[in-house]
């Protein structure tokens, strides 16, 4: 018998497209969130030099390496022009799942809940359930074919129990990027009931048709109620280092550290050299590979023109409607699968209001050449 606190949690449908996929080249590997664009030299670099050194095959220090932790407010300051202090507000993880999970840990108590969008990664929904908060969903609603918060039910969604709001910027899946307005909305109803925002920050310089970036902790007020989470593996195509990291306020920051240090107690020594290095580096690549997901996003759209797809703003996937062809994400994901050679992720537990609607494309790992016969594989399938 399971115990509670997994009640309710499916398992994870990636891995099993991913295994049904097996290794067959001719198929599109568009379920999971990798990508084949290399990381920056120099974060190889650092990494071959790090192994063997005795001072990265340590747990000390707990908390990360001063090293890391200073490039890493070196990093956010030029994000969000505040300072972080690199010994009290600074904290790496094992990539920032774990930071948002001893995030969750830090500031909730069972029963309190937690406010996300509908859709958004299942990683973050029921980390929010494994913490034994409760999540509550605001939809993404589609407006002159952009993604939109629902800004009435979102302040609809507040209630005594509320603790935090736990945001990605982009979004994942549905690629949706917040505009100023939402984000207001988001400042304002922290501040006024002194609720945390946990802020995936992965993607949030993954940002197309000539978007930039509004970082929440640089608005009015929001440095003291923002917690971000960060890391190294999507902008920096780094997903294998396992490096991640969570800064805020000092005071939940040493709460957050007590979390990560009974929760992982260390994170990957010879990874963090790596990670250091990548955001020093002002060769990192980061703009030139959002040019090229941006050119493979674009591809999709042109592909799919004749399906109901939503537009990524940002990110590395996007959402196809399969509803309206009159299937269920997982009858779409294995016709796509089967008969078109394309691996998809159904969203059935991604979200309340959208979710069963759609399948997830990734378009961050195959060449825009491999994408350019999508219309013909999807004509297969449909």
């Not at 200073?70 to 202090?85: G, I, R």
């Not at 774990?98 to 840990?105: I, K, S, T, W």
């Not at 996007?318 to 269920?328: A, D, H, P, S, Y």
Request: with cysteine; hydrophobic share 45%.
């Amino acid at each position: 018998m399971s115990v509670r606190r997994l009640e309710g949690i499916p398992g994870f449908s990636i891995d099993r497209v991913a295994a049904a996929a097996g290794s067959d080249p001719e198929i599109l590997r568009m379920e999971n969130l990798d990508t084949d664009l290399l990381p920056p030299q120099s974060a190889i670099k650092a990494t071959r030099a790090a192994i063997g050194r005795d001072d990265d095959n340590s747990y000390l220090p707990f908390t990360g390496t001063l090293d890391l932790r200073s490039a890493v407010s070196e990093h956010l300051k030029k994000l969000t022009k505040l300072e972080y202090d690199p010994n009290s507000q600074i904290v790496i993880t094992c990539g920032g799942t774990e930071g948002m999970f001893d995030a969750l840990l830090a500031t909730t108590d069972p029963g309190d809940e937690v406010v996300l969008t509908d859709p958004t990664y299942a990683g973050m929904i029921y980390r929010v359930q494994l913490a034994g908060a409760v999540p509550r969903l605001v939809p993404f609603v589609i407006r002159e074919n952009q993604w939109r918060l629902d800004l009435n039910a979102l302040r609809a969604s507040i209630n005594k129990r509320t603790r935090a709001l736990f945001i990605m910027n982009p979004s994942m899946p549905s690629g949706a990027v917040l505009n100023q307005t939402e984000w207001k909305a988001i400042a304002d109803i922290c501040q006024h009931n002194s609720f945390w925002l946990i802020y995936n920050a992965a993607m949030e310089r993954i940002l197309f048709d000539q978007r930039t970036l509004i970082h929440p902790a640089s608005l009015d007020g929001m440095a003291e109620r923002t917690i971000i989470v960060g890391s190294v593996s999507k902008e920096y195509r780094m997903i294998g280092w396992r490096v991640g990291w969570v800064a805020g306020p000092k005071e939940i920051m040493a709460d957050i550290a007590k979390v990560h240090i009974y929760n992982v107690v260390a994170p990957t020594g010879i990874s963090q050299a790596g990670a250091a290095a990548a955001l020093r580096d002002s060769n990192n690549g980061v703009t030139e590979a959002v040019n090229i997901w941006e050119q493979r996003r674009d591809v999709l759209l042109e592909q799919l023109h004749n399906y109901s797809v939503i537009p990524a703003a940002g990110g590395w996937s996007l959402l196809l409607n399969v509803k309206e062809i009159g299937l269920t994400s997982f009858e779409a994901s294995k016709s796509l699968l089967e008969k078109g050679k394309i691996a998809a992720t159904p969203m059935r537990d991604w979200g309340k209001v959208n979710s069963d609607q759609f399948v997830r494309l990734v378009f961050s790992n195959e060449p825009a050449k491999r994408l350019a016969d999508l219309k013909a594989r999807f004509t297969r399938v449909f």
